[in-house]
């Protein structure tokens, strides 16, 4: 995890770490707010404003869970190949060649 933390430089690691905090922290408001008003009075367009609510909170906790899941993969591809971004993406290069997707070979730069 050394390795990683490393080549990320910058401070982009504690940036991204924040992003995930807040982005969880708007999820889990969404869902209390969704909550609070199921419990509350009734008024004009209460179901639309608590639908907004749900729908934000799981925005929110789907886009926390995805970036979760690529922090991990380029941490676990990081220390697996102990190496920058640059030499990963060299090493996806030479595993698959460009010529087995020649639609593709236009958008990748060799």
């Known amino acids: 995890m050394r390795g ?3 080549t990320c430089g910058d401070g982009k690691m504690t940036k991204s770490i924040t992003n ?9 408001g969404g869902f209390t707010t969704a909550q609070y008003l199921s419990q509350g009075g009734d008024f004009f367009g209460k179901i639309v404003v608590q639908y907004l609510a749900y729908f934000l909170g799981l ?3 789907i886009g926390v ?6 922090l991990g993969a380029t941490a676990f591809a990081g220390i697996n190949y102990s190496t ?3 030499a990963f993406l060299k090493a996806v290069k030479q595993a698959r060649p460009l010529s087995s997707h020649p639609r593709l ?3 990748i730069v060799k």
Request: charged fraction near 20%.
């Open 59 to 61: 925005y929110f906790a």
């Open 20 to 28: 995930k905090l807040l982005r969880a922290g708007a999820s889990w």
């Open 4 to 6: 990683v933390l490393k």
């Open 65 to 70: 869970f995805l970036d979760l899941f690529l």
């Open 84 to 86: 920058n971004a640059e």
């Open 105 to 107: 070979a236009n958008f």
